[in-house]
């Protein structure tokens, strides 16, 4: 029987590659024809694969409605909430994730430091839009158009002297995030505030979350918080892969490297 469920799903990815006939599947998968059309009538009972008038299978598309109502149903928080934790144990510091709702960037978790110290960030609060690494992180990942709309739509208020001035310099900044893949908050928004910020990407490559940690200066220099990127994109590399439902190799948290 799993000899059976594993031929059955191989064809799936080969379907994904676009239609084939009988004998395409059955030379993909190393059976009789026979065999690999009992597995495509299966299938097709069950809406996974569909076949056209030339009589070449393709994928279903019950398969895209099954996929779809997975991801609506996938909650990034409750994925990613662990993994956080386990951050937070790891650095002792402030961990946010944010994500971008109607042309807002909103805090739907934190984890407290350790330290005295705390912010006053809260959850379902809306990020400086302009300043914040994470809203950098998930506005960078619009298409340039919609970069630059919103960017002319902003205002940019002047939080400390290290705040972005205007919307030019707000697309240069948003461009090197892009290319590097992470973001900073450097005193952006509070002169005493630093913060490293990396994303969370679903399936198709697309950032669907952006996790920081933060501390203020009190507690650690913003050199000595920059030695936590590779950290801290570790666990949103580990997050990604769990929300994508592909496995993570290592717990990233707990390697201090």
């Given at each position: 029987?799993?000899?059976t469920v594993d031929r059955a799903l191989s064809i799936l ?245």
């Amino acid at each position: 029987m799993s000899q059976t469920v594993d031929r059955a799903l191989s064809i799936l990815p080969l379907l994904a590659e676009g239609p084939a006939d009988l004998g395409q599947v059955a030379d993909r998968l190393g059976v009789h024809k026979s065999t690999a059309l009992r597995l495509l009538r299966t299938l097709h009972e069950h809406g996974l694969v569909y076949r056209q008038s030339d009589q070449r299978y393709r994928l279903g598309a019950r398969l895209f409605a099954l996929a779809q109502e997975a991801m609506e149903n996938l909650d990034i928080r409750e994925i990613a909430h662990p993994h956080l934790v386990r951050l937070n144990e790891a650095c002792g510091h402030t961990v946010h994730l944010a994500v971008h709702e109607e042309n807002e960037v909103l805090y739907i978790d934190k984890v407290e430091s350790r330290y005295p110290v705390r912010m006053y960030s809260r959850i379902g609060k809306p990020v400086a839009i302009t300043v914040a690494a994470v809203a950098k992180l998930l506005l960078a990942d619009l298409p340039e158009p919609e970069r630059r709309a919103l960017a002319d739509k902003l205002d940019y208020p002047l939080y400390t002297p290290r705040s972005t001035p205007n919307a030019p310099a707000f697309l240069r900044e948003l461009e090197q995030v892009r290319e590097q893949g992470w973001a900073t908050d450097l005193g952006g928004h509070e002169e005493s505030i630093n913060c490293v910020a990396a994303p969370i990407r679903g399936a198709d490559g697309r950032v669907v979350a952006a996790m920081s940690v933060s501390a203020p200066n009190v507690v650690v220099t913003a050199e000595e918080l920059l030695t936590l990127l590779p950290q801290v994109r570790r666990t949103a590399d580990a997050i990604s892969g769990e929300y994508s439902g592909r496995t993570p190799v290592t717990d990233p948290a707990k390697d201090s490297a």
